[in-house]
């Protein structure tokens, strides 16, 4: 695991320099304290149990900046950006607009005097990531080496975010591309901890506990075997990793990478494993920015579990919006009313077009 540089931004934010030669500088900036109170809260749904997050101060966030202004390129005068370093590898540091923070005080829930307006704290952390120094990178340019780096500082965040009872789901993700929703150019992700389990985790261990009940094995297990058996939408299969397409997948590009070896979270991942993951994530973001000629917008997300969850299976879901060369997929009535997908290409074809690309 990883040891970084830790320091705080003016406002008391937390940063982490990962593998850093030139350590950390003075932010000089004069921002304004943080509140001292969760300012976002969590509101329930009642006919669904869903989570809302709402979060009004995210609507003063940084918005397509110009790129002198950029706030995630490194900054050695600690004037002008978020990263007060003459350079750096990886940086890690608390989200300036959060949709979820503690800021110093305990998780509490509000008082539920009222089941139909249940609210809580939006108490948890985000963080973003900064993948590189580099602001016209991306994740997929990134050397062997420097990919591996981020499975750990990933890794090393999960560990220090599962160690907080105050947070029941750590997810690491990439938003890449305009297309996507991304404000900012500089290449990053994030990471949530949740105060609550999301919908989505929710459903997938709830479908892999009756999967166990009825047929006495593990999902994911059986999930990936049958990939591997059928080879149709199989893409990459190395000694420690396997990527394929899902058989409903629900996007017009969608890759699922899975560990060999059952791992609830990445921590778990032995060094030959986590490198061969590196490797095979490259691979797969590669093909992404062969399909096209622009490189491809994507969302990157990782599925983990605690260590002694009940069920789960590490694995990571990359999936674009985009259906053609010149063509979005827009998530209109029936996926954003009804949560149902309609899929203009077979699974079968989009294995087929990402296998041609790679190499
Ligand atoms: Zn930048």
Known sequence: MPTPVRGRLA????????????????????????????????RRDPRTGDRVIVAPARQERTYHPPRQMCPLCPDPDGRSSEIPAADYRVAVLENRFPA???????YRAVPEA???????????????????????GSFAALSDEHARLMIDVWAHRTAELFARDDIAEVYCFENRGAEIGVTLAHPHGQ???????????????????????????????????????????????????????????????????????HVRNLIDLTAAEADDLALVYLTVLRAFDALYARPLPYIASWHQYRADAEEGY?????????????????????????DAFLNDKTPETIAADLRAVIA
């Open 11 to 42: 406002d008391d934010r937390e940063i982490l320099l990962y593998d850093s030669d030139t350590g950390l500088g003075v932010d000089r900036r004069d921002l304004p304290r943080r509140s001292p109170l969760p300012v976002t809260t969590v």
């Open 100 to 106: 979820l923070s503690t800021v110093g005080v305990p």
């Open 114 to 136: 009222n089941p139909l307006r249940v609210e809580e704290l939006g108490t948890g952390r985000c963080e973003v990531v900064c993948f590189s120094s580099d602001h016209d």
């Open 191 to 261: 990471i949530y901890g949740y105060p609550f389990r999301t919908r989505r985790t929710r459903d997938l261990l709830r479908t892999a506990a009756a999967y166990r009940a009825e047929h006495g094995t593990d999902l994911f297990e059986s999930i990936l075997a049958d990939e591997i058996a059928d080879r149709t939408r199989l893409l990459v299969r190395t000694e420690h990793t396997t990527a394929f397409v899902p058989f409903a997948a629900r996007w017009p590009v969608e890759v699922h990478v899975y560990p060999n070896r």
């Open 314 to 338: 590490l694995h990571a879901e990359l999936f674009s919006v985009r259906r053609s060369a010149d063509k979005l997929k827009y998530l209109a009535g029936s996926e954003s009313g009804r």
